[in-house]
């Protein structure tokens, strides 16, 4: 056989053998050797096999070695370790066909390396079985159809990139289950529905992008727990609602890129937690609000997109400190910026972007009006492409509601013409313009109003004052149902202001402005800052709401402002202590809240600060003692809290001090003893403790002493008696001890004496015969005892009388029946009766029950024998046997004692008791008395008088013994 033949004939069995390898059917008994490879296993050979033929391995680029050798390992893209198949790197080598199931026979594969091809049809789901997988990038194909579930199973992926393929449905949520994974790409493909909130499990993720797709719906918060995040793309979707404010959690993301969507909201301002970010991108979405200024706190800045959103306002000025910024896009929006520096930056890293942007066109004016027609003119704005136009609307108020009047052909438009329009009365005319949807510019976008223009056609007329100061009356009218007005004549028909009901004019100028009681409605007009000469405003008792207009801050005038009893709301502005020639203060009865500020204290000329009835709060400012002049301070019923404050004391013109019913704590300070001109100290319902000061009593021109309903103790201040012009004390509700000071009867001037509701011990002072003036008394529930003093009765003017609820004991004296002006009397729940039949027809007219809650001793007693050793007592119970309580039987020997307690019966219903253990023979002297316990306002357990007392002998009995027979 010659050489040629041999070599030829070699050859021959070589393609023989090969082909009997792939047409022959592996059996499942088959080893290494039976597939003519012994490198790797068989199943891993064929899976190499079956990768090469579906994808036309006979055009791909490279395939050194494929199907050519016996050694897999060496074959190009091949990567081999401990007779495995490790890698499998193919990418741009022209695979064209579906990828094979068998790929799953590759059970050691780390690494699969595909992109960049044309591969068609699904991924296979067997991939799933690939648990050593570490990489797998398909990405740069054809692929269709979804993602399967199944990648979810590969627990040990760092890298997963799908990008650039054209699967379509859901992201399975099983990816979630990846977390290991470092980069996930699955961008440029036709993903629908929503973004998996189980991909925030990832904490590993340094990459993901989702971009180019067709998801929906909301932003996953849980995307803010991938704490390692360097990149999130996830722009060119369908996304919608706001930007999570979770995403500001993202501490080492370095690009942020969430345009071409239509997201909603504001931007977060928690963005600004991003230092490490270099790109944001957030244009051609639905954005609206303000820009956040935290977003100058993103040093490493160098891109920030923003354009063809609906942002609106003051660009932050904070933008400026963005040093590495170099690309900046904020067109087709409404911004503006006011900031010289900022405009300064803006200029050099978005030159055009003003041109761009639909804000309200400036210099808005009219010419005056005649008759009813008014032209407006403006300055067009520079942004006049892309459509639109300006719409000029008008309201009775500046603060609207605004109704469209008329719109202008489009953007370029300069000037306009009202008609129809009444000359008597204020409009408020704006203008803003329009910029419709275009290109990538998803939102309709109004700017801004310009700020409104005030036309009062009469007003052109008056000559009396000035035409601004007209209007500021008109607008009064209009704006607070002047129509329905009780009073308003001449408003609106006469040409001179100054005639107007109400009005006051000095040297051409409305100085006063007086309305109460008028039923006014509405809130208080600004345009009431148009008046600089105004030196009273006084709208008291109508129905006004809203805060204080700041406008009032222009009227450096005033002297008297009165707004009290309306419904005024809001804090109480620290700019009235702008209003340095007030005098007057009068805010009470509103529904004003907060702090009282301290600035009120620079009030200098200040006499009467009036805010009761409000709901404010807080402490009380120590600058209020800085009022020298002051008069009056009432701030009653609010909720003040902390102490009050010793700097009071420096108020030496004080007459009148009324924080009653606050929240007020601490003591009162003794200092308060030296405003020698107070009238009135009211301090009711608080929660001051503490004593009574005795300095209180160096008020001798005091008239009203009110510290009632609060915490006080201690004694009262016999030093109170030096309080001559006293007409009201009221010291109730405390917890006051000790005596009622006999001083107290010197205080000549008394009206009405309250001091119920204490533990005041002792008896009533017999001094109190002297309080000729007093029209009532009480002295209600205490520890009082002893008998009520005939003196009383000399106090012919008392109208009530309250002495419940103490422990007075005793027959009331006769001379109670002089008080002839009586009209309410409460003495129950005492030990009280009375042996006058005058007076007990005087008592039964004025309280008719009086003495069913009497604890006096019972009557009628009676004694029997019930025994050898025993005697019954028999009674008549007294009325009162509510509240508990029993009788108390003592016995003695001799009728003036000592008696000795026999017992108690179980109420005081009962009317018997039998006293056993006597000596027959020896003569006994009982009595019993009544005792109700303490009980709800009743501090005191309250024994009765004796009864009377009754005698008993029980009888010796003979005892007969028998005959004894003689012997």
Request: hydrophobic share 40%.
């Amino acid at each position: 056989m010659t050489q040629p033949f041999r070599r030829a004939a070699a050859i021959l069995l070589l393609l023989w053998c090969l082909v009997a390898v792939h047409l022959a059917p592996p059996s499942r008994a088959q080893t290494l050797a039976d597939c003519g490879v012994t490198e790797i296993p068989c199943a891993e050979y064929e899976a190499l096999v079956a990768l090469y033929q579906a994808t036309d391995g006979a055009r791909w680029r490279r395939s050194d070695g494929w199907l050519q050798t016996a050694t897999p390992c060496s074959w190009y893209g091949v990567t081999c370790d401990g007779g495995h198949v490790t890698e499998l790197s193919l990418a741009a080598n022209n695979l064209r066909g579906s990828l094979p199931p068998t790929l799953a026979n590759l059970t050691t594969l780390q690494r699969l390396w595909l992109y960049d091809n044309a591969l068609t049809g699904p991924i296979p789901a067997t991939l799933g079985n690939l648990r050593a997988l570490r990489e797998l990038d398909l990405s740069g194909n054809a692929l269709t159809g979804g993602i399967p579930p199944t990648l979810g199973n590969l627990t040990q992926l760092i890298v997963l990139n799908l990008n650039r393929n054209q699967l379509s449905g859901p992201i399975p949520v099983e990816l979630g289950q990846l977390t290991a994974l470092e980069r996930l790409v699955l961008g440029n493909n036709s993903l629908t529905g929503e973004i998996p909130s189980s991909l925030g499990r990832l904490s590993r993720l340094l990459t993901l992008i989702l971009s180019h797709n067709q998801l929906s719906g909301p932003i996953p918060a849980e995307l803010g727990g991938l704490g390692a995040l360097l990149e999130l793309h996830l722009e060119q979707n369908e996304l919608s609602d706001p930007i999570p404010a979770a995403l500001g959690s993202l501490g080492n993301l370095t690009a942020l890129y969430l345009n071409g969507n239509a997201l909603s909201g504001a931007i977060p301002a928690a963005l600004g937690n991003l230092i490490r970010l270099e790109q944001l991108a957030l244009y051609a979405n639905r954005l609206e609000g303000t820009i956040p200024a935290t977003l100058g706190q993103l040093s490493a800045l160098q891109q920030l997109y923003l354009s063809s959103n609906a942002l609106r306002g003051e660009i932050p000025s904070a933008l400026a400190n963005l040093g590495h910024l170099m690309d900046l896009d904020l067109a087709y929006n409404t911004l503006a910026a006011s900031d010289p520096t900022l405009r300064a930056f803006l200029a050099q890293r978005d030159p055009d972007w003003e041109a761009t942007q639909t804000v309200a066109p400036g210099g808005l004016r009219a010419t005056a009006p005649i008759s009813t027609t008014l032209q407006l003119a403006w300055t067009p704005i520079a942004y006049i492409g892309d459509g639109g136009h300006y719409e000029i609307r008008s309201a009775l108020s500046p603060d609207g509601p605004f109704v469209l009047h008329g719109t202008t052909a489009d953007k370029t438009a300069g000037s306009y013409t009202m008609t129809g329009l009444d000359p008597f009365v204020k409009r408020y005319i704006t203008i803003r313009s329009y910029t419709p949807p275009h290109d990538d510019q998803q939102n309709a976008l109004w700017s801004d109003d310009a700020p409104p223009l005030a036309v009062i056609p009469f007003c052109q007329r008056v000559t009396s004052i000035p035409a601004a100061e007209c209007a500021a009356l008109v607008t009064l009218y209009t704006d607070t149902g002047g129509p329905t007005w009780w009073q308003r004549t001449g408003w609106l028909h006469g040409e001179n202001p100054c005639s107007w009901f109400g009005v006051t004019c000095t040297g051409g100028h409305v100085t006063g402005v007086q309305l109460d009681a008028n039923n006014l409605r509405g809130v208080v007009p600004a345009a009431l800052g148009d008046l600089p000469q105004l030196k009273m405003l006084s709208l008291s008792s109508n129905d006004l709401t809203g805060p204080l207009p700041e406008a009032l801050v222009r009227c450096t005038s005033l002297q008297t402002l009165n707004l009290a009893g309306n419904r005024l709301d809001g804090s109480l502005p620290a700019w009235l202590a702008s209003l340095t020639a007030l005098t007057d203060l009068d805010l009470s009865g509103n529904a004003l809240e907060g702090e009282l500020p301290a600035a009120l204290g620079g009030l200098a000329k200040l006499q009467r600060l009036a805010l009761g009835d409000n709901a404010l709060s807080g402490a009380l400012p120590a600058t209020l003692g800085n009022l020298t002049m002051l008069q009056e301070l009432a701030l009653p019923r609010n909720a003040l809290t902390g102490v009050l404050p010793a700097d009071l004391s420096r108020l030496p013109n004080l007459v009148r001090l009324d924080l009653s019913d606050n929240a007020l704590s601490g003591s009162i300070s003794p200092a308060l003893g030296s405003l020698s001109k107070l009238q009135q100290l009211i301090l009711t319902g608080n929660d001051l403790e503490g004593t009574i000061p005795r300095q209180l009593g160096n008020l001798r021109q005091l008239q009203v002493l009110a510290l009632d309903a609060n915490a006080l103790s201690g004694v009262i201040p016999p030093e109170l008696g030096s309080l001559s012009a006293l007409q009201l004390m009221t010291l109730g509700g405390n917890a006051l001890t000790g005596t009622i000071p006999s001083t107290l009867g010197n205080l000549s001037s008394l009206r009405q004496l309250y001091l119920d509701h204490n533990h005041l011990q002792g008896a009533i002072p017999t001094t109190f015969g002297s309080l000729s003036r007093l029209t009532l008394l009480s002295l209600a529930t205490n520890r009082l005892e002893g008998p009520i003093p005939s003196t009383l009765g000399n106090l012919t003017n008392l109208t009530d009388l309250y002495l419940s609820h103490n422990a007075l004991r005793g027959d009331l004296p006769a001379s109670l029946a002089n008080l002839m002006r009586l009209m309410r009397l409460d003495i129950s729940y005492n030990a009280l009766w009375t042996s006058s039949p005058t007076l007990d027809g005087f008592l039964a007219a004025r309280q008719p029950d009086w003495t069913q809650t009497q604890t006096v001793a019972p009557g009628d007693l009676r004694a029997e024998a019930a025994g050898v050793d025993a005697i019954r007592l028999s009674w008549s119970p007294i009325t009162y046997v509510r509240d508990g309580g029993f009788y108390q039987i003592t016995s003695a020997t001799s009728a003036a004692g000592p008696y000795q307690f026999r017992g108690r019966t179980a109420d005081k219903s009962a009317d018997s008791f039998v006293v056993t253990n006597l000596t027959p023979g020896m003569l006994y002297y009982f009595r019993i008395r009544a005792y109700t316990p303490a009980h709800g306002e009743q501090q005191n357990g309250i024994w009765s008088s004796d009864s009377e007392t009754v005698s008993f002998r029980l009888i010796v009995r003979s005892v007969h013994l028998p005959l004894l027979a003689r012997p």
